[in-house]
T-cell receptor
Framework: QKEVEQDPGPLSVPEGAIVSLNCTYS??????FMWYRQYSRKGPELLMY????GNKEDGRFTAQVDKSSKYISLFIRDSQPSDSATYLC??????????????FGTGTQLKVEL | NAGVTQTPKFRILKIGQSMTLQCAQD?????MYWYRQDPGMGLKLIYY???????DKGEVPNGYNVSRSTTEDFPLRLELAAPSQTSVYFC????????????FGQGTRLTVV
């Protein structure tokens, strides 16, 4: 079983739709929960991170964490064609050498159509 | 402010050849990481560094080596390239130990034939 599970999609929605992206995880040691956006042939860029259970909002994006269910979500309101990308969830845990490791989901490919 | 810069962007290697992937950051971050991204597999941690002179293995270190002589640079060395090392390699850096705001480079796309 993978530590982080994410539906790879692809997910296709019309412009203006609300998008829901989800990940489940099995490792209770994960401390922080992030969402990255990755455009084709580019590096991941951070959208949001959260620490505790609950919601965090940033513009059209809302990140939700439910630690009891080991489930995180990213909601995108009023989706735009420019949101078309692969969305990666990531979770951090402590490394023995002193850093913090990010464990990534496989990514969900999103296409927002005009 | 360039962020994280990786070179080269693309490279084709023959089996058994060696090369160094370069990574430099100008944000004075102590924490630096190398990941590889394979289709359907997510990003996997190869090596990481918590500061100049300090490196440690990640999940998939076999076939790779790193060094960190300065805060800015974190090169990844591939010795005796194998087809299994065909992948996209990303370097990342972060200011904090929690790694909540990691900045990624644009990636190096490597093919071993």
């Amino acid at each position: 079983q993978k530590e982080v599970e994410q539906d790879p999609g692809p997910l296709s929605v019309p412009e203006g739709a609300i998008v829901s992206l989800n990940c489940t995880y099995s490792n209770s040691a994960f401390q922080y929960f992030m969402w990255y956006r990755q455009y084709s042939r580019k590096g991941p860029e951070l959208l949001m991170y959260t620490y505790s259970s609950g919601n965090k909002e940033d513009g059209r994006f809302t990140a939700q964490v439910d630690k009891s269910s080991k489930y995180i979500s990213l909601f995108i309101r009023d989706s735009q064609p420019s949101d078309s990308a692969t969305y990666l969830c990531a979770m951090s845990s402590i490394l023995t050498g002193g850093g913090n490791k990010l464990t990534f989901g496989t990514g969900t490919q999103l296409k927002v159509e005009l | 402010n360039a962020g994280v810069t990786q070179t080269p962007k693309f490279r084709i290697l023959k089996i058994g050849q060696s090369m160094t992937l370069q990574c430099a950051q100008d944000m004075n971050h102590n924490y630096m990481y190398w990941y590889r991204q394979d289709p359907g597999m997510g990003l996997k941690l190869i090596y990481y560094s918590v500061g100049a002179g300090i490196t440690d293995k990640g999940e998939v270190p076999n076939g790779y080596n790193v060094s960190r002589s300065t805060t800015e640079d974190f090169p990844l060395r591939l010795e005796l390239a194998a087809p299994s090392q065909t992948s996209v390699y990303f370097c990342a850096s972060s200011l904090t130990v929690m790694n909540t705001e990691a900045f990624f480079g644009q990636g190096t796309r490597l093919t071993v034939v």
